[in-house]
């Protein structure tokens, strides 16, 4: 085994941003048997230079396919659009890199699969970065359902709200186009919530969607004009479980005050679940094990020694942040592949996660129920 | 006008209790013209006459027909099963009765009908007791809507949780019988939410509806025989409401540990408002008009002199109970008798709601999308 | 027995109207042996009349003698300002009533002993309504201590805060002139803390306070003149408990947004309780006994039939409201009427209270620890 | 200017675990003219090599005077037990190093104004790192009050409460013995407590303390003895402010549940201001600038980029973790350096907050209210 792990990062945005910081700190926080080296940052404009010395990379690079091919890098990073996963994920597997690739895997589940099934091939070790099963209060809940507490699931509820394009003033962005961004809000916070209901209580049967777009033009900013908005504000979706529970799902851009509140409560028969990403440290726990004049939703505070990922942080009560969660994944990803296995959350999950995409972008063209089945 | 109303109530139960509380009480909070006398309780039972006793009625009759036609009575108060809610009215408008009736109005849109068009006849007063319209909290949410504070309404999102019947070992109860509940779970909860919806943002437009029965037999005391079910334990849809904002629901009786969590949340262009009955002396609200770095989710304690009803109970921050909300409501109608005019919630909200609830129930049968005015 | 308690009621104000409230409803929701009357209304005013005619009164009399006095009469309910109850209980002991008497008991420890020996010299029950020992939730927490839930006591911290009087446009009202209300707020708000502390934890050893007029002339309404506040907007002190736990206490008028905050925190050996009177329906609790990744403040509807006085209510989550716990506290007072024995709450507990809130004066005065001991 | 920082860390454990990981990401998210070079890490133990590599330091030694003469460093970080920190101080302030040193400053005020002469004499930059002013809720506090949103400030409520030793089985650690840690909690988190209110609010008048030690003996894992505690588990104490309020403390490490409560109520005659630690990306305000109906505290979540620090992190609503903090306060420290300015949070900071340490401490002994001038 090597002693060193040089990444190739392909985006440097937002994501690119986040992956950088995780790749910076993981090797302070976490044990692995090599060194991670953030090695080539590759992404197009003019502060390309100067992001890569603030973050960290020894080198830069416009061109994707030349970071692909490089020998010297040993993973590759897709922070891209959603647009651009497949070709980059497909090239880096036949180029025998392993490979992260940001969430929603890609645009639609022909792609995806596509993907899924050239990572197989290249036999490289594949991550879909759905970061928040790296929350640790998100993996206590895991571990609750697993060990039985909830018992059988009935109703689910999950929504992701924002209110970041709420202004008639907010600029026109790729994420509201439809010909760049795929499914819009869908894949964007629809892949969260539909991954942690898989990651959770497992596949989907069958959905039922609308959504609309409440501000219909926005000025573009690079141009001066107004474009008319192609991907929904705003949608809501109702599914059936295989597990035989209901769940009913909201995505929103424009959910006034909600400013990443990305919301679960799962009712079940021995107990109920809540979460709220903006107090990202915390779940609500409810279980009538407590005797009858003691129950009551407990605040846990995910940060003990006994909960995932903690005994690498702090003491008890000093709270993580958002960012935590990509080092907690990459770790993941990056342990497995020291110990040449398999990593949770891979382009396996990220395709299955696409099918149900698909299924509600399909049921909410034709205003009906749709079954995953029906996605090929 | 008489300086004496007097009350005859069919129905001695939860709902019979509630309202001969109200009666008791009214006169000492509330400013009237007329004393409210609580004449004749009207049920059927063994506890009948101790009960009347307890709840400070001065006569008892086993049999509805001689309270509606009982010339004393000047208000016929229909607290029974859902059933039996038409045959009532109609007899007590045909009688020149005003009408207090319990919600759901009715079992179905056409009977709802029946009973509107026989109050209007019959020239009374008539109530249908949404009694959370009498939350002086849901009343501060209605007036900042109506004050245009959170603009145009983008998202409802609206559950009706409890747990009561979680446990198999809950037994068979008349509600969970569609012969007597008629439509169950969607009358029972559902028209809270209709209602609250309607009163808050106006008309539905189609719904798309899902529910289930969890435990399917349950025992019936009476008799020790297990029962089959024929009403959903929980169900969710889907709205689209003639504003143009997006719904979404839930009504459950099987959501661990919520005892009686009437959620609200409504998202709008200007700001955002969340209820939870079981804080009901409290909204949250958010608003734009804060400065950026102030901006948040408030909790209002709707307990100050500005806020509806308070002036005639305590001083500020000295909360009220969930059965004032039942004061307020027939505060209301008793006003709107003395005043002679039309009071609000009455028979014509009662069948507008059913209207929405037999759509519901007609989605929920067909798995598709109904539209409103497909019900007639 | 008699099948009647006739009850005098002196004082017509706020508290005068919260315990006519529970004479109005007690007999519906509670037990006895007995009808309670609402005999006697006893005031000053101009709105005597219709006061008690709204309050549901059968006679009105200005002069307190003459009730205290009338054989008709069996409980004598004391709602007057502090500096009055002395006599008026002492009278009432003297002709055999039985007594109730809002707290605080008097004015200082010396009277309270003469009040509490009066009444075991003529034999009366008698309660001290230190009414939030009434409060279903609170009666869970002392049931969670004395079941030895939260073990030996740490650290007891309690506040009482309001903020009425914030403004300075708030007139001058009696409670603000010392010569009429004794200790002020120590003995109004204080003497809440105080009883709670002793109702949950045992006696007071020492304290040591200071205290703050921060606006110190206030508008009389009735006479146009700006007068001098003679008693504290805000006080706080430390207190040590004889059970070996250390106490922290504030009391304020001036609060801002704490509208009727009685706040309480408990940490023990073994656990952890809150309480907020806003949200008195609640409270949070922690204990070791849970799971360690599965620990945290659990919040406890206190409105589950296991609860205190609830199955007399209304069903699980239909939470009560602050009035209720008058009929509580009353009812207890009745039932031991009825039972022949003593209640708890009484003139001994008014009396013990009262000698910690002088220990607080003087303290204040001094600025120094004063032993509870050292007032006799 | 040179283009890199070298930094000599004393201390290896918690606290330098803390500071490691600012030297480690501070370029990355904030704008310096050098780079941040962790070059030698200090400490004593056989952990010592692998630290500083996973830490990412150049050099390792285990005798801090030659990291203080070592003519390649530029700033002095002292991490250690604080009965260390006079003496590396004073030496690095005569070597010309700039210093950071972790709160509390030293044991006593004496020492800490040594401290503070040495550096100014020494004409080097010096932070006493009272880390929650790097907190962006707690500046947001900062700046409203000095904004006159609650003006003048009546009542301010500080605790810092834990539990990690509430258990008999916690074994002695060093800060139990006040031999090495001086006042124990009363420097630990009094410090803390402390040093907010001064920021906040100015400055102390005088203190009146009390504390106890609830277990008194522990084990000591090196030797298995059980050992005497001489530093107090809990205290409490009151404060009178030279701004006009009344203030009240608490400390403990053995407040059952609470695992990082730093909390923090102030009340104003124009608004109030809550905070808690274990949720330290909000705050609750509540101002009477809101009409009265809409009144409230708001929960605002300080993620905006109104907000300080954000626009160097995250988009809103991704919230920032306890580690960032140091972040912040280094970077204040360095910016000052590179501007050849004063930072704020120095050794004065440090020196006028031991004052009133060592009053709260004398006050305890004494058990009377110490005037923080008699400190000399």
Not at 85 to 109: F, G, Q, W
Not at 137 to 142: D, H, S
Not at 227 to 254: H, Q, V, W, Y
Not at 273 to 301: A, C, H, M, S
Request: overall charge negative; aromatic content about 10%.
């Amino acid at each position: 085994l090597k002693n060193k792990i040089n990444v190739g990062l392909i985006g440097h945005k937002f994501m690119g941003k986040a992956h950088s910081h995780a790749y910076r700190d993981i090797n302070m926080f976490f044990k692995l048997p090599f060194q991670v080296v953030p090695h080539t940052l590759c992404g197009i404009g003019d502060d390309l230079e100067e992001t890569a010395k603030q973050y960290g990379f020894l080198n830069t690079e416009e061109n994707w396919e030349k970071v692909v091919s490089n020998p010297d890098i040993d993973v590759i990073d897709i922070c891209t659009p959603d647009s651009f996963h497949r070709d980059i994920a497909i090239a880096a597997a036949k180029a025998n890199k392993h490979i992260i690739c940001e969430k929603p895997l890609t645009v639609n589940y022909q792609f995806a699969r596509e993907m899924r099934d050239a990572a197989k091939a290249g036999g490289v070790n594949n991550l879909c970065n759905f970061t928040y099963r790296g929350v640790p209060a998100l993996r206590l809940i895991k571990r609750l359902i697993d060990q039985g507490k909830i018992g059988k699931p009935y109703a689910v509820k999950m929504q992701y709200l924002q209110d970041f394009s709420i202004s008639p003033q907010f600029p026109f962005v790729w994420r509201m186009d439809s010909a760049l961004a795929g499914p819009g809000i869908f894949g964007d916070k629809g892949s969260h919530l539909i991954d942690m209901t898989r990651y959770l209580l497992g596949e989907f049967d069958s959905v039922c969607s609308m959504s609309q777009i409440f501000i219909d033009k926005r000025k573009d900013l690079a141009t001066g004009e107004m474009r008319k908005i192609s991907t929904p504000d705003c949608a809501m979706f109702l599914a059936k479980l295989k597990c035989g529970a209901m769940a009913s799902f909201e995505l929103s851009n424009m959910a006034a005050g909600r400013k990443n509140a990305f919301l679960i409560e799962i009712n079940g028969e021995k107990g109920s679940i809540l979460f709220d990403l903006e107090r990202l440290n915390e779940i609500k726990y409810f279980t009538y094990d407590d005797p009858p004049e003691q129950r009551g939703f407990r605040v846990i505070l995910a940060t003990e020694p006994e909960h995932d990922f903690i005994v690498n942080w702090w003491p008890s009560g000093h709270v993580l942040g958002w960012e935590h969660t990509f080092i907690h994944q990459i770790y993941g990803f990056l342990r497995a592949i020291s110990e040449q296995c398999e990593n949770e959350s891979n382009f396996e999950d990220g395709a299955q996660c696409q099918q149900v995409v698909d299924a509600i972008v399909l049921s909410n063209q034709r205003g009906q129920w749709v079954s995953v089945d029906e996605i090929r």
